[in-house]
């Protein structure tokens, strides 16, 4: 025999498909009474099933004919109990006693409510029961009591649980709590949770058990006190998650502390599609942990009291998100690794519009960071590449009216290459490279008037007790927007105090402009410290101000090695090249 169906709506003829019906009024089909909690009912036999009165005024709004009713489906093998409309006032939970059960209810008019519970009784507990639904109707609890009361309990391995339609109009703890052994498969679909004084869906699992295949979808969260969805990291007790989904939700005014829209904690295989997370008070989605081989694709995140998100994970995608208006950081990623960031937007947010913090080996391209230190402290940049961030590919991205730098690297990064993005309008400047071993775009020119050698290097001679100077001439590439560094390599003869000079005009070709349309300069000082035979780099870029793409540049650079000049250098000093990186 199939599955049951079990039927509130009280008279008329049986349904279509040919159920056994409990009827409030006699039937007229072959007939005998039962009587469910101290009620007379006339069933009608058919051939297929039954239906089951369950209406709140026919069961004087209580909860023993509930679960009364689902013993009796039970005992047929399983089926569905239909709720019509009424408030059902519960005094204890409603219970799922065995599998394969379905309580259907007629919308939002068919209320559980929980008014009679005591602390750790929830309306609904499915506790290791598989393939069973809770659908079409509300649930609440009384809220603001400080007690642990869900309006639905899933537990101990309860395996493909649907939660579907179904509107939480408030809870005196989580709206959903799932806890217990591990769970495979499941869904929350299509639910509203109105108002719930910790969690709205919160997984909370044994130690060292998981969760497999769960699906939260297209549901509609707010006012929920502790956070939207939490999935959080086992050091904490909680289960890792494998092949979770969650998508096309929407969370907003999530305002304890601490609270997030959602927080994935390890482990693999998770998909964060298309949420709409505003208005909360810690941050927008976070993923922690230990997490790899996950996606977080779509989300918009705005107007968060802290980040929009904060990535974590090996082997990653995060892509073609939107951070708007937050109160920290756009998007914080921590600890990613071999991962792509591509796709993704951060704008006028007050912190930073993209954070790396531990991170490396991961591929960032395509994202725009526009106008963030939204306050204009001139604290924040568009990207600000922390220590230990190391080995990042950084590249055709837009930094755009941010209120300090474009880019920021933070000494104790390493090997990162940033090329090929776009900066126009940070406050500060494009970049700010106090990294080890970053590479950027790069020219380097030798001096035209080499006349030595050092060792197999050809070099321009500047002689000792008299004034001497190198030239050097080159052009400004297309891509060109801002020099990271620009410095004269020398190699002294001996250790002591440079004596310099720098004379620059530099004209763009090909556009009506004089070849000294710009003139700059470094006036004549001291440069302390130089080494004998090291390779010293001499910064020369102030006197490149206003250099641009397709610029013509002439150089002077001057020793002045008279007596009683400063210069201390005993001996020649050889110049090697002239180095200019660049973004």
């Not at 509130?8 to 006699?26: H, L, N, Q, Y």
């Not at 299509?190 to 044994?206: A, K, N």
């Not at 000294?516 to 006036?523: K, R, V």
């Amino acid at each position: 025999m199939g599955l049951s169906r079990w039927d509130s709506r009280i008279g008329g003829p049986p349904g279509p498909d040919g159920f056994f019906s409990f009827w409030k009024r006699a039937a007229t089909a072959i007939s005998y009474q039962v009587a469910i909690a101290g009620v007379q009912y006339t069933v009608s036999i058919t051939s297929f099933g039954a239906l089951i009165n369950a209406t709140a005024s026919a069961l004087n709004t209580d909860d023993i004919p509930l679960n009364a009713a689902l013993v009796y489906i039970t005992a047929l093998g399983g089926g569905e109990l239909y709720a019509d409309e009424g408030d059902y006032n519960l005094a204890d939970p409603v219970d799922y006693p065995g599998d394969n059960l379905i309580i259907t209810g007629s919308g939002r008019n068919t209320l559980f409510d929980g008014v009679g519970l005591a602390d750790n009784e929830h309306a609904i507990q499915i506790t290791g029961r598989d393939d069973c639904t809770v659908r079409n109707l509300a649930v609440q609890n009384p809220a603001g009591g400080g007690l642990t009361r869900y309006c639905i309990l899933i537990e101990n391995g309860s395996d493909r649980t649907m939660i579907e339609r179904v509107v939480i109009v408030q809870s005196d703890h989580d709206a959903i709590h799932i806890t217990g052994t591990t769970l495979n498969g499941g869904w929350i679909i299509d639910c509203e949770i109105l108002s719930c004084d910790e969690t709205g869906i919160y997984f909370r699992m044994d130690a060292d058990v998981y969760v497999y295949d769960f699906i939260i979808s297209g549901n509609r969260l707010v006012n929920c006190i502790e956070g939207g969805i939490h999935l959080g990291n086992p050091p904490l007790g909680y289960a890792p998650k494998e092949r979770i989904i969650i998508t096309e939700n929407i969370i907003v005014n999530c305002t304890g502390l601490g609270a997030y829209g959602i927080e994935v904690g390890t482990r693999a295989y998770r998909c964060i599609i298309a949420n709409n997370i505003a208005r909360n008070c810690y941050g927008g989605i976070a993923l922690i942990g230990v997490s790899h081989h996950s996606t977080v694709d779509g989300n918009v995140a705005y107007e968060n009291l802290g980040f929009g998100f904060y990535f974590s994970g090996l082997y990653s995608s995060f892509c073609n998100n939107v951070s708007y208006d937050n109160g920290g950081n756009g998007i914080e990623c921590n600890a990613a690794r071999y991962s792509t960031i591509n796709g993704n937007t951060s704008s006028e947010n007050t912190q930073h519009g993209f954070t790396c913090w531990n991170m490396d080996n991961n591929i960032m391209s395509d994202n725009v960071s526009y106008a963030n230190d939204s306050g204009n402290t001139g604290t924040y940049d568009g990207l600000a590449i922390n220590a230990s961030s190391d080995y990042n590919y950084i590249t055709d991205n837009y930094f755009i009216d941010n209120d300090r730098y474009g880019v920021s690297v933070a000494a104790g990064a390493t090997g990162n290459v940033i090329k090929d993005n776009i900066y126009r309008g940070n406050t500060v400047g494009s970049i700010n490279d106090a990294g080890t071993d970053t590479r950027v775009h790069e020219i380097v020119v030798e001096p035209e008037d080499r006349d030595a050698s050092r060792g197999d290097h050809p070099v321009a001679q500047m002689l000792d007790d008299v004034s001497t100077t190198v030239r050097f001439g080159f052009g400004a590439p297309d891509e060109f927007q801002e020099a990271v560094t620009a410095q004269v390599v020398i190699i002294p003869a001996a250790n002591g105090t440079l004596r310099r000079q720098v004379e620059t005009d530099f004209g763009k070709v090909c556009s009506g402009e004089a070849y000294n349309a710009h003139s700059d300069a470094i006036a004549a000082g001291d440069v302390a410290g130089m080494i004998q035979d090291d390779l010293e780099c001499i910064d020369v870029s102030a006197a490149l101000t206003g250099l641009a793409a397709r610029d013509t540049v002439g150089m002077r650079f001057i020793r002045d090695a008279t007596a009683g000049s400063g210069d201390t250098i005993v001996g020649t000093v050889w110049v090697k090249e002239f180095r200019m990186r660049f973004v």
